[in-house]
T-cell receptor
Framework: DAKTTQPNSMESNEEEPVHLPCNHS???????IHWYRQLPSQGPEYVIH???SNVNNRMASLAIAEDRKSSTLILHRATLRDAAVYYC????????????FGSGTQLTVLP | ETGVTQSPTHLIKTRGQQVTLRCSSQ?????VSWYQQALGQGPQFIFQ???????GRGNFPPRFSGLQFPNYSSELNVNALELDDSALYLC?????????????FGPGTRLTVT
């Protein structure tokens, strides 16, 4: 399986945008890019996914590089409730089969 | 719409014992996956069940087994518990087939093996 690389931790100020990077230089043409987050004492929560084009939903935006070797999850206005571990995951053909989690990025939101 | 539920929330077992964890999938979902999450690490895929059959397995020994029932609920059984089995066990449900992109996770069962 293609691997992803994320920073171990990031900090952001409340109500400011957050850009969470992910590198996936060995991504294949059929791999979808998924983002999940895990709030303290909860199971992971789906955030967003995409293949080639940038994607937006009510939670976040996903910006995918033209060569697809990296992507960025964008939280437009961070709140204290966004403090979580964010996981960038590649999914073959995008199917909801096994997800291979790495260690993710711990996002701290400062008031 | 009812989300994914898991039981029990916590339990403590002794090394060598057996344990059964339970999961009810989200309404309309027919696929259940189980994950193990050790402290400070990301979840690791154990196996997935679809139509009551195992449909993919991660790098876990045979003493980890499962069942899926006609109502799509599921059980995870672990025999001969070891200290390293102490972890948060997560269940996730999803729809099978093309277009099914997301997994929906339950809150997990915290297992402590002493």
């Amino acid at each position: 399986d293609a691997k992803t690389t994320q920073p171990n931790s990031m900090e952001s100020n409340e109500e400011e945008p957050v850009h969470l990077p992910c590198n996936h230089s060995t991504i294949s043409g059929t791999d979808y890019i998924h983002w999940y987050r895990q709030l303290p004492s909860q199971g992971p929560e789906y955030v967003i996914h995409g293949l080639t084009s940038n994607v937006n939903n009510r939670m976040a935006s996903l910006a995918i590089a033209e060569d697809r070797k990296s992507s960025t999850l964008i939280l437009h206005r961070a709140t204290l409730r966004d403090a979580a571990v964010y996981y960038c995951i590649l999914s073959p053909s995008g199917s909801a089969r096994q997800l291979t989690f790495g260690s993710g990025t711990q996002l701290t939101v400062l008031p | 719409e009812t989300g994914v539920t898991q039981s029990p929330t916590h339990l403590i077992k002794t090394r060598g014992q057996q344990v059964t964890l339970r999961c009810s999938s989200q309404s309309g979902h027919n696929t259940v996956s189980w994950y193990q999450q050790a402290l400070g690490q990301g979840p690791q895929f154990i196996f997935q069940y679809y139509r009551e059959e195992e449909n993919g397995r991660g790098n876990f020994p045979p003493r980890f087994s499962g069942l899926q029932f006609p109502n799509y609920s599921s059980e995870l059984n672990v025999n001969a518990l070891e200290l390293d089995d102490s972890a948060l066990y997560l269940c996730a449900s999803s729809r099978a087939g093309a277009g099914a992109r997301e997994q929906y996770f339950g809150p997990g069962t915290r297992l402590t093996v002493t």
